[in-house]
Antibody, heavy 116, light 108 residues
Framework: QVQLVESGGGVVQPGGSLRLSCAAS????????MHWVRQAPGKGLEWVAFIRYDGSNTYYADSVKGRFTISRDDSMNTLYLQMNSLRAEDTAVYYCEKDRGFFDSWGQGTLVTVSS | EIVMTQSPATLSVSPGERVTLSCRASQSVSSNLAWYQQKPGQAPRLLIY???TRVTGIPARFSGSGSGTEFTLTISSLQSEDFAVYYC??????????FGQGTKVEIK
């Protein structure tokens, strides 16, 4: 079965950086595009970033464009999200997702808290 | 960007009642519409995709309908475990992939 395990979250000061990882198993990782989706405390769901199966294209929400970078290592079956210039409004649980258009493989997520 | 609008924001219902949740897209998304359920402290769970296809293992009391810009999630007889927040999401026109703001179904 599909398993996605996010890690790398923590507490970081405004302006700081963090790199999230997502270890994938149970499917052929290199065949799928991958997403990051986030949820701020008490708020709704927000799509963050997408990378195509072959890494040829990446897309970002306007709220993170220029600050976040999505990447993948197919040899490690791992997805990454490099987050720079973090702001308080980036505080959220971050989930990685396999692309089917919709999202059917929710892991436990990793909590990022941006606070001084 | 396609804006997804859900109504109502909160719905107070009694167990056993029939529940209808609405989701409207700012432009047509064909049938590329998914519904999710989220309980407190848990990750969301996919219920419906393709506007009306129920995920394996989801009880038959959940059904989805609609196409274009108007969609509905119906719970035929609300059970205690169904009290949660429900989100719709479009995947027709991207980026971005967009979610509705959610409808909270609470106990009356």
């Amino acid at each position: 079965q599909v398993q996605l395990v996010e890690s790398g979250g923590g507490v970081v000061q405004p302006g700081g950086s963090l790199r999230l990882s997502c270890a994938a198993s149970g499917f052929t990782f290199s065949d799928y595009g991958m997403h990051w989706v986030r949820q701020a405390p008490g708020k709704g769901l927000e799509w963050v970033a997408f990378i195509r199966y072959d890494g040829s294209n990446t897309y970002y929400a306007d709220s993170v464009k220029g600050r976040f970078t999505i990447s993948r290592d197919d040899s490690m079956n791992t997805l990454y999200l490099q987050m720079n210039s973090l702001r308080a409004e980036d505080t959220a649980v971050y989930y990685c997702e396999k692309d089917r258009g919709f999202f059917d493989s929710w892991g436990q997520g990793t909590l990022v808290t941006v606070s001084s | 960007e396609i804006v997804m609008t859900q109504s109502p924001a909160t719905l107070s219902v009694s167990p056993g009642e029939r529940v209808t949740l609405s989701c409207r897209a700012s432009q047509s998304v064909s049938s590329n519409l998914a519904w999710y359920q989220q309980k407190p402290g848990q990750a969301p769970r996919l219920l419906i995709y393709g506007a009306s296809t129920r995920v394996t293992g989801i009880p038959a009391r959940f059904s989805g309908s609609g196409s274009g810009t108007e969609f509905t999630l119906t719970i035929s007889s609300l059970q205690s475990e169904d009290f949660a927040v429900y989100y719709c999401q479009q995947y027709d026109n991207w980026p971005p992939w967009t979610f509705g703001q959610g409808t909270k179904v609470e106990i009356k």
